[in-house]
């Protein structure tokens, strides 16, 4: 995974000369590497003069100042493609636009809540297709690291029909590998033409969420996390197209080829901008590692206090004092000295004021150091001030611990804090996921953690081996500290959470075989209990009914595009595993699979699914009783009496599995635990 690499592009934004900043936005190449004719050429722009535009193809497109499209006569579109921020709407100074009145170039206000954040919004006519083209360019001024959600807000003249990627799934939450867009298709009567948003890349590794409100409105949304000085841009196109009348995927893929993100970047010549398009590169940077600890201070830590300034200063001696006093977004907190492991000052170069405690917890706050001072080995008296004060690192002592020896869970916010949990009721909250909401608790979760560098939501893991890809929402979590008490944290903020609970792979998960486990696309695994009892198939023409209880394994072969009831539908080519050693080929007559998760009733479309192992079947109760007999001899005291009961378990074969596991996981007997090992390992 590669990180962006912007350092060239970041020099247009932050020149003083708003000529250069104009040439950088619309000449796109960086202002150095221009002739000068070229640069003045290129940053001629005029006050932009407002109103509908008219495309070659007749349609009509009314761009406001902020650069969002209203209504104009019965288009679909009430009010589209405004933008917001970290829950905050998008204002504007006066826009520019080009010399032919295309291209329309919006310039940010500040905004209170994100400084340092500059944004503008570039708006073209792509006269030929009857499409707008928009690039949204952020860039981080601010000292340090800034998550931005973006949200892209569409409302409707009316309740809209429905909606339909170019890969023909029907409202989906969230766009997948290969799907680039939507169409949204206006009711009967409402108007005669359809919108399509192109929104990514078909390889891109940000995947933009879409929400719907109550089919009046759409909401699509990006995740974008900027380092210190660092840029990022989206690009997405809007276009009105004739009402699809068919839906499979061949006239999709035709319908949505003429809008494709990369084909318009290249037709703007935007390939210096290729590093910038978080949602047109193929591979987007990984989540840093760890880059809050005390090793990101850059001061080699020993037995003694060391006082940093700068790159090369290292004071050596003693610091004194009784407490830090800490005041942050959540709250103002006395810490005693004695479990502070360093201290940054508002002079941190680099860093924000922050201080790091022995466990590994950290709290970035506005900080007040009352009566300390920095004694120096050799001779000498520092006071410390929280003003000037660059790094003070703290030398080891026993009170260094690890968070796990008296936590349960650490949870880090994109703001550099570190919080200890210790209580596992202390957290809990609603995640949304593609099919469904799923309540979360602590002590269910094993991670949670966002989704690459720039990708929208998050991918958490429970304990019973759940590992699928969330949406926080927007209503704030709230969680039970060590060091602050009850806070409440916004979903922007939060970045990870980590549990005492080892992390697994989605293939090393060893599920109990009490309950079905679904596979979906990108590592996703849902465990649940399947509803449906039956499942139709049709194998060469015939249609057999199998029940579930009778199905061990169902796995996916292949997709083929179909229609259902004239609505775009996805029939997969499963394969079906019966218990009894028989095997079943076909298309499985159904939409969707009904599954209960965490308490919820969710509907998955098979589409999504790739594979799914079924619960282990349970004995009668005659063979119960005699599985746990055979069990307690396990442990006789006579050699053969064991040998027996150990090869009659065996023979029960998959019947025997979840009594055996359950009997494993409480045994305290080595002797018996190792023969129910071995006879699990025969029976898998």
């Given at each position: 995974m590669r990180r962006l690499s912007i350092k060239r592009k970041t020099v247009c934004l932050t020149r003083k000369s708003i000529g250069a900043a104009l040439a950088c936005l619309l000449g796109v190449h960086a202002v150095g590497a221009q002739e000068p004719e070229k640069v003045e050429e290129k940053s001629h722009l005029l006050p932009a003069a407002m109103g509908v535009r008219i495309d070659k193809s007749g349609n009509s497109w009314d761009i406001a100042a902020d650069g969002s499209i209203g209504r104009v006569g019965s288009t679909m579109v009430n009010h589209g493609l405004a933008l917001e921020l970290?829950?905050?709407?998008?204002?504007s100074f006066q826009p520019l636009m080009t010399r032919d009145g295309r291209e329309v170039v919006v310039f940010g206000k500040p905004m209170p809540h994100l400084p340092g954040v500059e944004v503008q919004r570039r708006v073209k006519l792509v006269d030929d297709l009857g499409a707008l083209r928009y690039v949204e360019f952020f860039y981080n001024g601010s000292s340090r690291e800034i998550v931005l959600d973006v949200f892209l807000k569409t409302n409707f003249s009316g309740n809209y029909q429905t909606f339909v990627s170019n890969r023909g799934r029907t409202e989906p939450l969230i766009l997948e590998a290969g799907e680039t867009g939507i169409v949204v298709s206006p009711s009967p009567g409402q108007a005669n033409r359809a919108f399509l948003f192109n929104l990514v890349g078909s390889g891109a590794g940000l995947r933009p969420g879409i929400s719907s409100q109550n089919r009046f409105g759409l909401t699509f949304q990006y995740r974008v996390s900027l380092e210190s000085g660092e840029s990022a841009s989206l690009i997405h196109?809007?276009?009105q197209v004739a009402i699809p009348q068919n839906f499979d995927r061949q006239s999709l893929l035709a319908l949505f080829d003429p809008y494709s993100l990369g084909g318009l970047a290249e037709k703007d010549d935007l390939d210096d901008w290729n590093e910038l398009l978080v949602n047109l590169a193929g591979e987007i940077g990984a989540v840093k590692g760890d880059h809050l600890g005390l090793e990101a201070l850059g001061v080699e830590r020993d037995t003694r206090d060391v006082l940093a300034m700068g790159e090369t200063t290292r004071l050596i001696g003693t610091a004194k004092g009784s407490e830090v006093v800490a005041s942050g977004p959540y709250g103002e907190v006395s810490i005693p000295l004695r479990s502070v492991a360093a201290i940054v000052g508002d002079s941190g170069a680099g860093f924000e004021p922050s201080v790091y405690l022995r466990d590994g917890q950290i709290f970035s706050a506005n900080l007040s150091l009352p009566g300390m001072s920095f004694s120096q080995t050799g001779g000498g008296k520092l006071e410390i001030n929280a003003s000037t004060l660059d790094r003070l690192v703290l030398?080891?002592?026993?009170?260094?611990?690890?968070?796990?020896?008296?936590?349960?869970?650490?949870?880090?916010?994109?703001?550099?804090?570190?919080?200890?949990?210790?209580?596992?009721e202390a957290l809990k909250f609603i995640a949304i996921t593609a099919w469904g909401e799923l309540p979360i608790a602590l002590n269910q979760l094993t991670w949670l953690e966002p989704i690459g560098r720039s990708g929208a939501g998050y991918m958490l893991e429970l304990m019973d081996g759940t590992r699928c890809r969330v949406f926080l929402g927007r209503n704030k979590v709230s969680v039970d500290t060590d060091l602050l008490g009850n806070i409440s944290i916004s979903p922007v903020d939060l970045r990870r959470v980590t549990t005492l609970a080892e992390r697994g792979q989605p293939k090393q998960i060893v599920q109990s075989g009490m309950r079905a486990a679904i596979r979906a696309a990108g590592g996703q695994v849902i465990v649940g209990n399947i509803g449906n009892t039956t499942l139709p198939l049709v194998s060469s023409g015939v249609l057999i009914d199998t029940p579930t209880s009778q199905i061990r394994q169902i796995t996916r072969v292949e997709g083929t595009a179909l229609s259902s009831g004239g609505m775009p539908e996805k029939s997969?080519?499963?394969?079906?595993?019966?218990?009894?050693?028989?095997?079943?080929?076909?298309?499985i007559r159904l939409d969707e699979l009904s599954m209960r998760v965490g308490g919820r009733n969710w509907k998955i479309p098979l589409e999504d699914i790739q594979e799914i192992d079924m619960p282990w079947p349970l004995p009668d109760h005659k063979s119960l009783e005699a599985i746990k007999k055979l069990i307690t001899l396990l442990g006789s005291s006579e050699?053969?009496?064991?040998?027996?009961?150990?090869?009659e378990l065996g023979a029960f074969g998959y019947l025997a599995r979840p009594v055996l596991q359950r009997e494993l996981a409480t045994s305290g007997d080595p002797e018996v635990s190792r023969r129910l090992e071995r006879i699990l390992t025969n029976v898998n």
């Open positions: 970290n829950g905050q709407e998008f204002d196109a809007v276009a030398g080891n002592a026993e009170a260094d611990i690890d968070w796990r020896e008296s936590g349960v869970a650490m949870i880090e916010t994109y703001s550099g804090d570190r919080l200890r949990i210790n209580d596992p997969p080519h499963f394969e079906i595993e019966r218990w009894d050693g028989g095997v079943l080929s076909g298309l050699w053969d009496v064991r040998e027996k009961a150990t090869r």
